[in-house]
């Protein structure tokens, strides 16, 4: 695990330890170290309150004023995830991953060009098909993993914003983030890359050239199936990003208290869970392969994946907890096999503790580049014995009729 320097980020560690490198490790399961200091307690307290005393002469010496645009509960979350991401400009805390994607695209200008992937989060690609061309920015999209493809797609001066997703849902292909940096920014466009899947966990996109992160912390981050919440991070604290703030505060998109304080108290056991998710989802894809109602398994870890390559390249400790199968027999089996399943959970979303397993094509309906095969696997902490023989029953079983 890569170390970073804990005096850097908002909120950093106190003073006597802040000339120590920590791991990103050891300072999330502290929170970046901070003691309330009323009581010397090791969890912060949780600030509900959305309006702050003046001082005499008018003025906010406490730096807050009412809670729309700021609150200290949300700060220490998003001091904790900036941290995590390695941001020098910091992260912001979102209602929703929707909020924190839509917000980025709303700071774009009415003529702006944006190029986005075809495999990327259904609801969000929906939404720019559906709200870009009424803002008067125009939005293509193509295979991102394809660098050529990309590189024919930027439109030099024009194209102001490239959003990728990697590993992209829920086909996992794997796009090259220093790469797409680079024809990103010679065409003096900015990349920004949902790294849901990844996770800080196994991949920095900022440390890769990468100028905005944003994650669905609804997923892994949180971990806990309870919260609903989005991240940005930041390289640059430029206009772009301030702009991006002025249409939160202005929106009252900020992600709620309390749900600021259950993430949280997720970051601190970010990487143990992280790691046993991983380890679970590349032991599940192992398996996966050789069976024999399983046609193909969609798992950047697989040496013979596409995007294993790159994966190698830009991932770290291992390759995700996500995963897909397709079924052999078609749409009948996969649908069969996820009625079937009696551990794994059917429902969508995904990065929480328990597994969930999903077919995705009747989710996304048409224009999805989703196979009706698919069966979307979200991994959990569970035993892999226990989540394999409950799978291979239920494939077993929907073979069988
Ligand atoms: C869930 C998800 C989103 C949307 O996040 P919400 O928190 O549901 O609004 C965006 N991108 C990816 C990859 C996701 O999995």
Same mark, same amino acid.
């Given at each position: 695990?890569?170390?970073?320097?804990?005096?850097?980020?908002?909120?950093? &560690? $106190?003073?006597?330890?802040? %000339? /120590? *490198? #920590?791991?990103?490790?050891?300072?999330?399961?502290?929170?970046? @170290?901070? +003691?309330?200091?009323?009581?010397?307690?090791?969890?912060?307290?949780?600030?509900?309150?959305?309006?702050?005393?003046?001082?005499?002469?008018?003025?906010?010496?406490?730096?807050?004023?009412?809670?729309?645009?700021?609150?200290?509960?949300?700060?220490?979350?998003?001091?904790?995830?900036?941290?995590?991401?390695?941001?020098?400009?910091?992260?912001?805390?979102?209602?929703?991953?929707?909020?924190?994607?839509?917000?980025?695209?709303?700071?774009?200008?009415?003529?702006?060009?944006?190029?986005?992937?075809?495999?990327?989060?259904?609801?969000?690609?929906?939404?720019?098909?559906?709200? &870009? $061309?009424?803002?008067?920015? %125009? /939005? *293509? #999209?193509?295979?991102?993993?394809?660098?050529?493809?990309?590189? @024919?797609? +930027?439109?030099?001066?024009?194209?102001?914003?490239?959003?990728?997703?990697?590993?992209?849902?829920?086909?996992?292909?794997?796009?090259?983030?220093?790469?797409?940096?680079?024809?990103?920014?010679?065409?003096?466009?900015?990349?920004?890359?949902?790294?849901?899947?990844?996770?800080?966990?196994?991949?920095?996109?900022?440390?890769?050239?990468?100028?905005?992160?944003?994650?669905?912390?609804?997923?892994?981050?949180?971990?806990?199936?309870?919260?609903?919440?989005?991240?940005?991070?930041?390289?640059?604290?430029?206009?772009?990003?301030?702009?991006?703030?002025?249409?939160?505060?202005?929106?009252?998109?900020?992600?709620?208290?309390?749900?600021?304080?259950?993430?949280?108290?997720?970051?601190?056991?970010?990487?143990?869970?992280?790691?046993?998710?991983?380890?679970?989802?590349?032991?599940?894809?192992?398996?996966?392969?050789?069976?024999?109602?399983?046609?193909?398994?969609?798992?950047?870890?697989?040496?013979?994946?596409?995007?294993?390559?790159?994966?190698?390249?830009?991932?770290?400790?291992?390759?995700?907890?996500?995963?897909?199968?397709?079924?052999?027999?078609?749409?009948?089996?996969?649908?069969?096999?996820?009625?079937?399943?009696?551990?794994?959970?059917?429902?969508?979303?995904?990065?929480?503790?328990?597994?969930?397993?999903?077919?995705?094509?009747?989710?996304?309906?048409?224009?999805?580049?989703?196979?009706?095969?698919?069966?979307?696997?979200?991994?959990?902490?569970?035993?892999?014995?226990?989540?394999?023989?409950?799978?291979?029953?239920?494939?077993?079983?929907?073979?069988?009729?």
């Amino acid at each position: 695990m890569s170390r970073t320097n804990a005096s850097g980020g908002p909120g950093g &560690m $106190p003073d006597a330890t802040s %000339a /120590v *490198d #920590f791991s990103r490790r050891t300072l999330a399961a502290q929170a970046m @170290g901070k +003691v309330d200091p009323a009581t010397r307690a090791v969890v912060m307290p949780l600030h509900v309150a959305t309006t702050f005393i003046r001082d005499p002469d008018n003025g906010y010496s406490s730096g807050f004023s009412y809670a729309r645009p700021d609150n200290a509960t949300v700060r220490e979350a998003e001091a904790v995830l900036a941290m995590l991401e390695g941001a020098e400009a910091g992260a912001m805390l979102f209602g929703s991953g929707m909020a924190a994607a839509t917000a980025v695209f709303g700071a774009l200008e009415p003529g702006d060009h944006v190029v986005a992937g075809t495999v990327m989060y259904w609801a969000l690609k929906r939404w720019l098909r559906e709200e &870009m $061309p009424r803002r008067g920015i %125009a /939005v *293509d #999209f193509v295979g991102t993993d394809d660098l050529d493809a990309l590189r @024919g797609a +930027v439109r030099p001066g024009a194209t102001k914003l490239v959003w990728i997703e990697t590993p992209g849902n829920p086909l996992w292909t794997v796009t090259d983030i220093a790469a797409a940096a680079e024809i990103a920014h010679a065409a003096g466009a900015r990349l920004a890359v949902d790294s849901t899947a990844a996770s800080p966990f196994h991949t920095r996109p900022l440390a890769l050239g990468a100028d905005l992160v944003m994650h669905s912390a609804t997923k892994i981050l949180n971990g806990h199936s309870d919260v609903v919440a989005g991240v940005l991070a930041g390289a640059t604290a430029d206009p772009f990003w301030g702009r991006i703030g002025g249409i939160r505060a202005g929106s009252g998109g900020i992600l709620g208290p309390f749900e600021a304080y259950l993430l949280m108290r997720s970051l601190r056991t970010f990487h143990l869970r992280a790691a046993a998710q991983s380890a679970g989802a590349g032991r599940l894809a192992g398996r996966l392969q050789g069976h024999p109602h399983v046609a193909r398994v969609l798992y950047p870890g697989l040496p013979d994946d596409p995007g294993h390559a790159v994966a190698a390249r830009q991932m770290r400790d291992g390759f995700g907890f996500m995963l897909s199968i397709r079924v052999a027999g078609g749409e009948p089996a996969a649908i069969g096999t996820a009625a079937r399943v009696r551990l794994w959970k059917r429902a969508t979303s995904l990065g929480g503790v328990e597994s969930l397993i999903e077919h995705r094509a009747s989710v996304e309906g048409p224009g999805s580049p989703c196979p009706p095969d698919l069966l979307r696997l979200s991994t959990g902490i569970e035993d892999t014995d226990d989540l394999f023989h409950d799978l291979d029953a239920a494939l077993r079983g929907a073979h069988a009729g």
